[in-house]
């Protein structure tokens, strides 16, 4: 190591794509190098000393997406000697090697199942100046022990399982994720106690499929009792969860929602089609007349609950009267917001080599009708809103236009978004806090709020925004080598030094 080198630490960018469970990744990532030495570089520096691509292969570009950043980066790196680059997540688990042969000035290239190992293998690439690319087929060391570094000092993340026993013919997740494996309760419920202690509000249960949680230590209702326990710990005043598999939802489930008063009367629910014959060529084990029944069990047990969705267009075979029939569910699910997605082929799953594969302007003339059709219902289901006073945590960044018009903007407890007015609170209302007010209009994505908050409450996240930290939690010590010069003194267990 040069004297340069050593005497500052080096830096790093994580730039993540795809699922909220790579968003998280993002995070262990980030903290595994901070732990390791490594300082994050600020968001315009062009040229870290290490860049991480955390990446996904669910869509059919994924790779040219890569690539292209890659190539991109390729000149950067040759006027910066000793930077690295590193490529981990799902489309690394499945291209492996390769990555490297495909763009031999990649450093390291690292899968879904090691990612603690990161810090150990950017060391040895520099050690013997060739690529390190290093793949398992199973987990190494379960996610969620590993130090993380958390985005958000309100809101977090908490994994409860990482893979996937289902089989749907359009997804490539359980070959690159594995089979699912659960975490135990135990160690779940002191993550949000660990999260609740550093002042974060909210937090979302996270897997691939949360409510078969319990399928490996034999307890088919752990995730209602999972979510009855998150309800006694105090500090936590919102829990979501994402995302359920309708094959798996329970009556319990839904009594654990309406029975917990912390449990956000939110759901997130994926019906991807509401064509009983393309469910059963998705090999989603469920029908329309079910996905229905337990939309109408919820809003049983909790009239103002806010549903959400994804929906595939143009899956092979689907039909005019198909993709009808999937409108017809959008009409009677009344959803208050759908992901909709055009199918594209992923590599390597059973869907990309089925007959019967749409044309293009096939599906983009679905796709088009089918967001007019949600957009409608959103937008109803919306306005009913107007007039009602709703709880908002204050959030960073989800209002792009608030600097222009003068607003700022949280999540309701339904999860809807929302643009207010901070009114004679203005200067005093930090992320993180809690603001009461009412619904003045409604658009198809968001609702307003302009008239003066009805309440402020200051809350400790929002202190810990003002003050510039972020959470951490500190998994388990691996013994991870360290990169440049050592801390002065040891870091606030309770946040981070400003960057």
């Known amino acids: ?19 909220q469970m790579n ?26 000393d290490v860049v991480v691509f955390n990446t996904c292969a669910v869509r059919e570009n994924a790779d040219n997406r890569l690539y292209g950043n890659l190539g991109h980066l390729r000149p950067v790196k040759d006027k910066h000697p000793g930077m690295q680059i590193a490529v981990g997540g799902c489309l690394a688990q499945k291209d492996r090697g390769d990555i490297v042969r495909k763009a031999p000035w990649v450093d390291v290239v690292f899968g879904t ?50 893979g996937c026993n289902n089989t749907c013919t359009f997804c490539i997740v359980p070959s690159l994720r594995g089979k699912e494996k659960d975490r135990r309760p135990g160690d779940i419920l002191s993550e949000v106690r660990a999260l609740v202690d550093e002042g974060v509000l909210e937090v979302t ?23 009855r326990a998150c309800g006694d710990i105090d500090g936590l005043e919102r829990v979501r969860f994402t995302s359920p598999h309708p094959k798996d939802f329970t009556d319990d489930v839904i009594a654990a929602m309406a029975e917990t008063p912390n449990v956000c009367h939110s759901l997130h629910m994926p019906l991807q089609s509401g064509s009983d014959d393309v469910l059963r060529a998705m090999r989603r084990s ?35 009267a198909d993709f009808q029939r999937t409108l017809d569910v959008v009409r009677e699910a009344r959803f208050s917001t759908a992901f909709t997605f055009q199918y ?38 919306n306005k009913r809103l107007v007039g009602e006073t709703v709880e908002v945590l204050v959030a960073v960044g989800e209002g792009r236009k608030d600097e222009r018009t003068g607003r700022m903007s949280g999540r309701a407890r339904d999860g809807r978004l929302v643009h207010f007015d901070a009114g004679s609170y203005a200067g005093q209302i930090r992320p993180g ?20 908050p009805l309440s402020h409450r200051r809350t400790r996240a929002g202190d810990a925004a003002e003050a510039g930290r972020s959470p951490r939690t500190p998994g388990v010590l691996l013994g991870l080598p360290t990169v440049g010069a050592p801390a002065a003194a040891p870091a606030p267990a309770t946040g981070c030094a400003a960057h």
């Open 1 to 19: 190591m040069t004297t340069a080198a050593a005497s500052s630490p080096r830096t790093y960018q994580v730039r993540t794509y795809g699922c």
């Open 23 to 48: 968003v998280h990744d993002s995070e262990r990532i980030s903290g595994l190098l901070e732990q390791a030495g490594y300082v994050r570089a600020a968001e315009a520096d062009d040229n870290p």
């Open 344 to 381: 594209s082929k992923r590599p390597g799953t059973p869907a990309a080599t089925m007959d019967g594969q749409l044309p293009k302007q096939v599906v983009q003339e679905r796709y088009e009708r089918l967001i007019a059709c949600v957009e409608e219902i959103t937008w109803a289901e």
């Open 433 to 452: 806090d809690i603001v009461h007010t009412t619904v003045t209009y409604a658009a198809p994505h968001h609702l307003n709020a302009d008239g003066e």
């Open 205 to 227: 249960l996270l897997g691939q499929n949360v409510n078969s949680y319990g399928v490996e230590f034999g307890d088919r209702y752990a995730f209602g009792k999972l979510l």
């Open 286 to 320: 469920y029908r329309s007349e079910k996905y229905l029944g337990i939309i109408e069990k919820v809003r049983a047990a909790m009239p103002d609950a806010a549903i959400t969705t994804d929906i595939i267009v143009g899956f092979p075979g689907e039909t005019e």
């Open 113 to 162: 199942h090691n990612i603690g190992s990161l810090p150990v293998l950017l060391e040895r690439a520099r050690h013997n100046t060739a690529a390190e690319v290093e793949i398992l087929e199973s987990l190494d060391v379960f996610p969620s022990t590993l130090p993380t570094r958390r985005e958000s000092t309100y809101a977090g993340w908490v994994s409860i399982s990482v």
